[in-house]
């Protein structure tokens, strides 16, 4: 039996048709007809997460894994604000994430009534589309009801996908269910064109003219990364390819399949760019194609902004305007799947041809450099710290082991990047440190596979609550623990601050095994390279059977210390 509230009706029973199968639902009383519908519902799974900020992170955490829409559903009130920032990483990462609020009458807002305020435009400008649906009383309100709800549906698809807004005012009774099923309502279905070679061939032109072209590779989501995976490989023979863990491809699980066994290594690209300060115009590139959304590198950033030559094009879904190196020349709306195999094959026959004019002692010192950087990784052997932590989880993984991995923002993504070889998920939509936990525990619920999430102090212990509902054992955390925002130790000058350490690292004398323990978590903990090594075996073993949070204490000098010597390895 479902509500009696029809726009309620309306809504569920659209959310099947547009193939919805995950909901995250919170508490409320408002937002109980929407969620006893959802739970009646046998093709939706729901999930019942307190938190309303880590709920919407649970939610964007399925969004990644399914790259389908995925409802958050909350009561009224204040509990829509919670959801703002997991909202905008899926404005910018282009995840189809579904919020559904509850709503107070518009005749009560502002009213001094409880729990009201005005919801419907509430998340602005990072939502593709928001709407608010009436309690019909005819059958045009009714039809436009369904209309509002296909058009949100239809455009969180759009353009690779994005987050929408769908509020729905009820009225007192709440509680009413007697109504025996759905109503079968008018579905209106979105197709997009295909792309044609004109797309590509404007961009021809200028690719197969450069000397020296690079292909930037930004953050990729997991089925984009496997797609990409062998294409990238076959380019990366004649045109220099530059890439992130964010964009490498390709595991293997129940739902996706390698497309192929080549893995491309990790760069370096930090240590590569400090080879090339001596002579950096033997490394700038003329032609910059850049595909994909963000780059971890700072560095990376500002050395493509200093291309004296360079023009770059970038390519992506909807044909967003990003100036990211300063120096752009041209977009394409499309996919970046598609370019780069129209690429591929042109290379193909221009090579046999023998009309391939680029620069091979361009590509061979960027690629020496590389080798170069990936043999002094190799050799390098960091003192106890968390630089350490992250170099013993790749080298304690089992080979052959299919896995997800999850890196938190700030100084995690950066140590994952130093060594990861396969695909990494991280927040880097707005680079925030909250909700990453919460984004690693969402998406651990629809996998099977074993979900790593590698983090530091600040941002777990911001979003703790991740661990409030119940996990399965397939979910693990590497806290990375040294009291304090360790990233800004890097920063030249803040050390001079008096707030450097209160206000800006926020130091910190936290644990996180109470935590755990109060929520069914197992714990280890390690504050030497001992225990670090000891508990890594263990943390990685698959026989566990909780969840597992493995805590490592550093200390930020010899943090500090360690990347340092990273830097100066030769």
């Not at 370019?339 to 590509?363: C, M, S």
């Not at 010192?365 to 080798?371: D, E, F, P, S, V």
Request: glycine fraction near 8%; charge should be negative; aromatic fraction near 10%.
């Amino acid at each position: 039996m479902y509500s009696n509230k029809e726009n309620v009706n309306i809504l569920t029973s659209l959310l099947v048709a547009h193939g919805v199968t995950e909901a995250v639902v919170c508490p409320g009383s408002r937002n109980a007809p929407i969620a006893h519908n959802l739970n009646e519902c046998p093709d939706i799974t729901c999930h019942p997460v307190t938190d309303e900020r880590s709920a919407g992170f649970y939610a964007l955490g399925m969004a990644q894994y399914t790259h389908a829409p995925v409802v958050v559903c909350v009561t009224s009130g204040t509990a829509l604000l919670n959801l703002a920032p997991a909202v905008a990483e899926a404005f910018y990462q282009h995840l189809p994430l579904v919020v559904v609020s509850a709503d107070r009458p518009a005749a009560w807002i502002d009213q001094q009534d409880g729990q009201t305020l005005p919801q419907t435009d509430a998340l602005g400008r990072f939502v593709c589309k928001a709407v608010s649906l009436s309690e019909p009383a005819d059958g045009q309100q009714r039809w436009h009801c369904n209309r509002l709800v296909n058009e949100a549906l239809m455009a969180c698809k759009r353009h690779g996908g994005g987050p929408v807004h769908i509020n729905v005012p009820i009225s007192e009774p709440l509680f009413y269910f007697d109504v025996e099923r759905l109503p079968h309502e008018r579905t209106i279905r979105m197709v997009e064109a295909t792309e044609d070679v004109g797309c590509y061939s404007v961009l021809e032109e200028t690719f197969f003219a450069a000397k020296r072209p690079m292909v930037v590779v930004g953050q990729l989501q997991g089925d984009e990364a496997r797609w990409l995976g062998k294409t990238l490989w076959e380019l990366s023979s004649e045109v220099l390819v530059i890439y992130e863990c964010l964009a490498a491809s390709a595991i293997e699980d129940g739902r996706w399949a390698c497309i192929s066994s080549e893995k491309l290594p990790p760069q370096h690209i930090d240590k590569v760019l400090a080879q090339t300060s001596e002579a950096p115009d033997d490394y700038y590139p003329d032609f910059i194609l850049y595909l994909g959304g963000t780059l971890i590198s700072k560095q990376l950033k500002q050395f493509l902004r200093r291309a004296p030559r360079a023009e770059t094009w970038i390519v992506n879904r909807g044909g967003a305007v990003y100036d990211t190196f300063m120096n752009l020349a041209g977009v394409i709306d499309g996919r970046a799947g598609y370019i780069l195999e129209n690429t591929v094959v042109r290379l193909r026959q221009k090579k046999d041809r023998g009309e391939l004019a680029f620069d091979a002692a361009y590509h061979h010192r960027w690629h020496q450099a590389i080798r170069e950087a990936e043999h002094a990784m190799s050799r390098f052997v960091p003192c106890y710290s968390q630089l350490l932590a992250v170099k013993s989880f790749f080298d304690y993984m089992p080979a052959n082991c299919y896995y997800h991995l999850h890196a938190a923002n700030s100084m995690s993504v950066r140590l994952v990047n130093m060594f990861a070889t396969d695909h990494v998920w991280c927040n880097r939509g707005v680079n925030g440190i909250e909700g990453s936990l919460s984004t690693a525990a969402g998406f651990s619920l629809l996998t099977h596979c074993e979900v790593f999430c590698i983090i530091g102090d600040l941002s777990f212990f911001y979003d703790q609550n991740a661990l409030w509902p119940s996990l399965r054992r397939n979910f693990k955390v590497l806290l990375l623990n040294n009291h304090g925002g360790g990233i800004f130790s890097s920063l030249p000058g803040l050390k001079a601050s008096g707030a450097h350490e209160r206000l800006v690292s926020a130091r910190h004398g936290l644990s996180a095994e109470g935590i755990c323990r109060q929520c069914g978590v197992d714990y280890l903990s390690a504050r030497n390279e001992g225990e670090l090594l000891q508990g890594m075996a263990r943390f990685l073993d698959k026989g566990n059977e909780r969840p597992v949070v493995f805590e490592v204490f550093t200390d930020p000098a010899e943090d500090e210390r360690a990347m340092k010597e990273y830097y100066q390895t030769k």
